[in-house]
C-alpha cells in the first residue's frame, strides 16, 4: 500500500503537468496556423480585402480574424482554450496585414511582435514570434 502511495504521489504531478504541457502546446500551433491563414489570406488579396488579426488579452482571451481591416467584420473569432491564457506582456494586439505579395503588417513596421501563452497558473509559458512581413519566426514550446 505504502508503494502505491508514492508511486501516486510522484505520478500524478508529473501526469498534470504533461496535460498541461500538451493543451499549451497544441493552442500555440492553433495560434501560429491561426495566424500563417491570415498572412496566406492578405497576400493572395482574397476577396480584395484588407485583412486584421486582433488578439484580446481580457476576461476572456481571444484572437479574431476581420475582413476590412481593423473596423471591418469579425470573420473568425476562437478563443483560447480552458486552462490557457496570454501572458500579461500580450496587451490587446491590433495587426493590419497590408495585401499583395509582399505582406506588410501595420502599425509594426520593422519590429518583431511576441505573442505569449500561458497556463492558467502561469507555471507553463510559450511564445510565438512573428516578424513585420507576417513571417512566424519562432515559437517556443
Not at 467584420?73 to 486552462?83: E, I, Y
Amino acid at each position: 500500500m505504502g508503494i502505491t502511495v508514492i508511486l501516486a504521489a510522484v505520478a500524478v504531478p508529473n501526469y498534470v503537468n504533461y496535460k498541461q504541457r500538451a493543451n499549451l502546446n497544441a493552442e500555440t500551433e492553433k495560434v501560429v496556423a491561426f495566424i500563417r491563414n491570415a498572412v496566406s489570406k492578405a497576400r493572395s488579396q482574397e476577396d480584395g480585402a484588407v485583412w486584421a488579426i486582433e488578439f484580446k488579452n481580457g476576461d476572456q482571451d481571444y484572437y479574431q480574424l476581420r475582413k476590412g481591416g481593423l473596423e471591418g467584420n469579425p470573420v473568425n473569432t476562437t478563443h483560447l482554450s480552458s486552462g490557457v491564457e496570454f501572458t500579461a506582456t500580450t496587451t490587446d494586439i491590433l495587426m493590419i496585414l497590408a495585401g499583395g505579395p509582399n505582406v506588410r503588417v501595420l502599425p509594426t513596421a520593422d519590429s518583431v511582435i511576441e505573442l505569449g501563452l500561458q497556463t492558467w497558473d502561469g507555471r507553463l509559458t510559450s511564445s510565438i514570434s512573428m516578424d513585420s512581413l507576417g513571417t512566424v519566426i519562432g515559437t517556443d514550446l
